[in-house]
């Protein structure tokens, strides 16, 4: 069985389905039926099918059905729900996935019970441990270590699985999430694993109740259970994105919900960080080719300006090392790029990601519950730091600064902690002081911080729960077994539940911003885009529009809206960029116009000059060129590279002196190959070949460019060299021995 194909065919089909293409959707879902072992289905397919044929018959024929429109809705939506259980049953049958595993057992054990059908929460094969916990003190405590927490982790694992894999919920799974949300016996930690499960068995079978569970959790939790819910509710809605408008219980009560200011913003928050998850591949990415080996080449005279053996019996905490402003002189790039990741990490950038991703081998992630537990300061894991020499006195505040950070997620914190016990002593007592500075930290952020910030806990909790979520989809065992909510455009600003709650101007406005902050054009384009119908005199607006455009190196577009910017508002800034757009596009003269309309308005402005000279040099203006490229020397004398263009220019203009002693300046730098190449025509217009062949093998050992690469270009250079005077006989001649001694 091509599993693949199933799971291809039944996202076909409710494509299918939103786009009103119901034949089509009926021809899939027939041969789904094939495939599966369940031949009642075909009962309810034939039915669906004859009456939609009938409601196609009355409609051709005229006849008005006053209930045609239920109907056709009630129809979409029986075809829809057999398609989700023709999927799970051959899932279930055929995959060989962990979690029709774990369901069969499940099944099994229930079986064992003699109540094979669950209808109501009394028929639950963890009901007597379910009971046995109801009855217990709220006050009880146990030893992680006792029967008791052995047979409460049980159960915590049975009702998550339970509805987890459950794939319709009835009156049995109601009145249990009712017991888990309304009797206080559930700590919120538990509570939280369970909304994860909800999430996950909605995104695995669509239904409507379990979507109305995550709304009433969200209306009566706490921040940490409220945050989930949502975040669950908000991606479980992007993923049925195309079913949604199908189902008017939803649409209710999620307008209804609209009206709550509280709400809307919550949902911006979870938006905007669900998106923000599409940073994280680049950042990882960035952290291991740029940072790390930029840190190594520093470590050792970080180690020796900072005195790292010494610094802490002598040096007073509270004091700078006014070295460090000269260590970092010469490697601002870093400094920059660091400071950068800092202020990413305060927005909510999962930073950490490529940091812990080889830290998900512990057992404790076998257990696939855990991926989504919240990290408190009296989980089991932290029982086993106590026990440990060096880390155990200082475990209270550990498990505090962890508990308390708001820039680690919680399945990064369990990876941290799990992975203490292995460092050497002086890496464990290094990481206390690093913990105890933390909790410090951490306590002067929230005196700073309590008054100002209305959504910092919210937001903090949306942060790690999202990434937490993040790490299952990318790092998970199990991860094949789920479509990954994070491939893909994420453009979750399209879709029908933001244009409920989200889709003021203002909130349009800040998500296209951030897109366009993060490069991100292509989706900041589509809301400018959208703006620019109901701000049609917004000068800004058709600047950034332009600008996208002009990104995603569409120019033609782009000069379009660069001109009505300028229209409505010239700027310097437009005028340039509708000069970058011609030169792109090879419409040069017109370029170079543009050009010299912002130097008129900007004569200081070293950035228009040069572009000015690159225009006429791009013309064969090499006169013209050669007096700005002048402008540019006299302003930035110690800029080497301005030398490059101007002893071209020379050369072509046949005025071999002048261009042999810039490029003699341009040697004190390192030549690259076209430096190489270039100099290598000056020498053969002199008349010296021998020294030209020997640069022309010179610029193809450089590594930079290959042998064809260098053919193309000498082929194209070749009519300025023989306008130089260069013999066209000699050229063969001298290609092919270049060729033999490069060979």
Known sequence: ??????????????????????????????????????GDLRDEYNNIVTTYRNMLSYTIEGINDPERNKVYLKLNQLILGLSDRVRQDILSHFSGWHTYWVKQQAEKEQKLTGKTIVE???????????????????????????????????????????????????????SLI???????????????????????????????????????????????????????????????????????????????????????????????????SRETENLSKKLHEEILPKVAKLRPRIEEKLDLDNILPKDRGDEKNPDWSEMFSDSEEIFKTMEELTMLQMEGADVYMSAFANLKHFDFFKDFQNWFIPFYPDHEVVNEIFRDDILGPGTNELAEALYKTPFICNSDKFSLLLNLKYLPSAQKSMMLKVFRMELEGLQQLDDDESSTSTFRNFRTFVTQYLQDVYRFFKLSPYKREFEDLFMGKLDIYNSEFFKMTCNSAEAEAGLADYFFSKNFYDDALAIFLKQLNEKPEDAQLYEKTGYCYQQMANYEEALKFYRKAELIDRKTWTVKKLGLCLRRIGRTGEALEFYLQA?????????????????Y????????????????????????????PIAYCYFALGKFDE??????????????????????????????????????????????????????IFSEDQPLLLSLGTNPDDLPILLDYLLFIID
């Not at 405590?141 to 052995?150: A, G, I, Q, T, Y």
């Not at 070949?689 to 042998?707: F, P």
Request: net charge positive; with cysteine.
């Open 178 to 276: 009712s017991i888990i949300t309304k009797t206080g016996k559930f700590r919120w930690h538990e509570t939280s694993i369970f909304i994860s499960a909800i999430t996950l068995s909605a995104l695995r079978t669509w239904q409507t109740e379990k979507l109305i569970h995550l709304i009433d959790i969200y209306e009566s939790g706490e921040d940490q259970v409220m945050a989930r819910a949502l975040s669950g509710l908000i991606l479980n809605l992007h993923y049925y994105n195309g079913r949604i408008m199908l189902y008017p219980e939803i649409t209710k009560r999620f307008r209804k919900m609209t009206k709550d200011k509280t709400f809307r913003e919550h949902c911006r928050i979870i938006v905007l960080q669900t998106i923000r």
């Open 1 to 38: 069985m091509e599993i693949v194909k199933i799971i291809q065919q039944h996202k076909r089909l409710c494509r299918y389905v939103s786009e009103k293409k119901i034949k089509q959707s009926l021809d899939i879902l027939n041969d789904m039926i094939s495939a599966s072992s369940l």
């Open 659 to 712: 261009s042999e002693k810039y490029y003699e300046r341009l040697s004190a730098g390192k030549l690259n190959a076209h430096d190489l190449i270039n100099k290598g025509h000056l020498a053969l217009c002199r008349g010296k070949k021998k020294e030209a062949v020997d640069l022309y093998r010179q610029s193809i050992i450089s590594g930079e460019i290959k042998k064809d690469e260098f053919m193309s």
């Open 599 to 615: 130097y008129n308005m900007e004569p200081e402005n070293i950035h228009t000059v040069i572009m000015i000279a690159h225009c």
């Open 120 to 174: 109501t929460v009394d028929d639950l094969m963890f009901k007597s441990d379910l009971d046995e916990w109801l009855k217990l003190s709220n006050e009880i405590n146990p030893d992680p270590e006792s029967v008791l927490s052995r047979k409460h982790r049980y159960l915590i694992r049975n009702i998550f699985n339970h509805l987890w894999l459950t794939d319709y919920y009835g009156e049995a799974e109601s």
């Open 617 to 644: 040099l791009d013309l064969k203006d090499y006169e013209s060129a050669l007096k700005y490229y002048f402008r540019v020397e006299y302003h930035e004398p110690g800029n080497i590279r301005i030398l490059r």
